[in-house]
């Protein structure tokens, strides 16, 4: 009987093939705890932060000819269209405009552009300050690099099947061992991958899928999905039977307890076989939701699977509200968010709260400075005087950038009056600035802070410093606000900086 002690165990030990294989076909009871267990996981290494990405799907036409896909070679049925670069460009501002922060191009493989014309696109959406993921096939390792140094960070190529003869039975002409081996070149050449199985292909057993699953722990790939079969019109597999929508939930729970902290998207033939699988998917522990801005006059005819649901941006946004999480960016997520501002502007509270939430470290520079002075705040004014306060935080707060990851630290009033501090700040993080109205400020005024000791003081430091915090970006006014909803501020601050 699967439950949560059978899973804490395992957690612990690591999934036993046979464990895997259990998760995979248990019952709608132990299910429960399997999806809970899921979740946990997922906040160990998240807190409640989901992403939220574009597609455009640029081209159809295709040189291969699996068995399941309406865009194979030989199927007559389907419109094959590329899109200009105008239209690709001007779905990416759409995308940024929205607060999108991550775009991804996806095309079948085709031959009808050169290299060169993508990596300018790339080159072109990296400057909209967007993350840019590819999804465009199998291709020469040169036109990677060329890829990558546009801007491209990560890679999607799905395996589909880690059972060597099912795969070569619905991809006919290409082979397994040269997938994983396409998968390893993207890695080589310096990209973050993802792949995932084709869950509900004809001769598809549970124990191919717990292959499927290590062979995705043995890649180590960033990014893991699963898309559950639909038939598409015009291919060998047309009048087969979907997929198991419960199956794929569970495959999804079973990548994130196996997997920990790989970005899973809730794809969307979850929810084109089920309304609310997208949510479902949430509940087993994915993170992730694309936003399809393929324009609709084109968009029937990127025919993975026949009448397709395509996720709009309400949509998108609703399933991450409802699964109780809160939409960040995947470049705010490798970057330490420094919240900056005047003192009681609530740095500490506000952003003990956003790293809570957002599930990563946090870190009072002032407490670190008390750490490595061996006394208080006031102490070290005192006694050391405030040029010796100064070099302590600059210590500090380098030596926490320059260690980079994530985390969210609260800086003190004056941190980045320094030019060096502020530099590196503004290099190396994701600034994010909390004011507050003067009578706010004044009425949170309490004990502490030696250069804000009482009214006066306070109103002289505002006034000295108000042309540097009008200079640093990422406002949030804190006016009248809760801790939450300021480190929600913070958070939707750090998405759009990042
Ligand atoms: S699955 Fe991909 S490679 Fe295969 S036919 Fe469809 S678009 Fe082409």
């Not at 929205?98 to 990596?119: M, V």
């Not at 199998?138 to 799905?158: C, E, M, N, Q, T």
């Not at 569970?250 to 033939?269: D, E, H, K």
């Amino acid at each position: 009987m699967i439950d949560a002690k059978w899973l804490d165990e395992r957690l612990g030990a690591g999934f036993s093939d046979g464990d895997l294989l259990a998760i995979l076909e248990c019952s709608d009871e132990e299910t429960v705890s399997v999806f809970e267990a899921a979740r946990r996981v997922r906040a160990g290494s998240f807190g409640r932060r989901a992403y939220l990405r574009a597609v455009i799907e640029f081209s159809n036409n295709c040189r291969c000819n699996c068995h399941y896909c309406g865009m194979r070679k030989d199927n007559r049925q389907v419109e094959r269209f590329l899109l200009t670069g105008e239209q690709i460009l001007a779905a990416a501002r759409t995308a940024r405009g929205n607060g999108i922060r991550t775009f991804f191009l996806q095309s079948a493989e085709t031959p009808d552009y050169p290299a060169a014309w993508l990596a300018d696109l790339v080159r072109e959406i990296s400057s909209m300050d967007m993350a840019v993921l590819l999804c465009v096939g199998v291709h020469d390792p040169s036109d990677l690099d060329l890829w990558r140094d546009a801007g491209a960070s990560k890679f999607i190529l799905k395996h589909e099947s880690a059972d060597p003869e099912l795969f070569a039975r619905v991809k006919p002409g290409l082979s397994l061992e040269d997938r994983i081996s396409e998968l390893k070149t993207l890695r080589e050449h310096g990209y973050e991958i993802g792949s995932g199985p084709l869950l509900g292909l004809p001769g598809q057993t549970p124990s191919t899928l717990v292959a499927d699953l290590r062979l995705l722990e043995e890649l180590g790939a960033e990014m893991t999905s699963v898309s559950v079969f639909l038939p598409a019109r015009g291919t060998p597999f047309e009048a087969l039977p979907p997929g198991s929508v419960d199956l794929g939930l569970r495959f999804v729970a079973a990548m994130r307890l196996l997997l920990g902290n790989t970005l899973i998207p809730a794809t969307s033939t979850f929810e084109r076989l089920r309304p609310g699988g997208q949510l479902g998917c949430f509940e087993a522990g994915a993170n992730v939701i694309t936003v399809n801005m393929t324009p609709p006059p084109v968009r029937e005819s990127y025919e993975l699977y026949s009448r397709r649901f395509f996720v709009s941006l309400e949509h998108a946004r609703s399933v991450i509200r409802s699964a109780g999480l809160v939409e960040f960016s995947e470049r705010a997520s490798s970057k330490p968010i420094l919240v900056a501002g005047p003192p009681f502007s609530g740095k500490t509270t506000a952003g003990a709260e956003a790293a809570r939430i957002l599930g990563m470290p946090f870190v009072d520079l002032d407490e670190a400075v008390e750490r490595r002075a061996g006394m208080p705040i006031p102490s070290v004014f005192e006694k050391l005087g405030e040029p010796a306060f100064r070099a302590l935080e600059k210590e500090c707060l380098t030596e926490a950038l320059e260690a980079g990851g994530p985390l969210v630290m609260a800086l003190g009033g004056g941190t980045l009056l320094d030019g060096d501090s502020l530099g590196l700040a503004l290099s190396k993080a994701v600034v994010v600035t909390l004011t507050a109205s003067t009578d706010t400020l004044l009425e949170r005024l309490s004990a502490g802070r030696p250069l804000a000791s009482d009214r006066r003081a306070l109103l002289d430091l505002l006034a000295e410093r108000r042309e540097h915090y009008e200079g640093l970006p990422g406002r949030v006014d804190t006016t009248g606000s809760s801790p939450g909803d300021s480190a929600l501020g913070i958070i939707a601050a750090a998405v759009a900086g990042s």
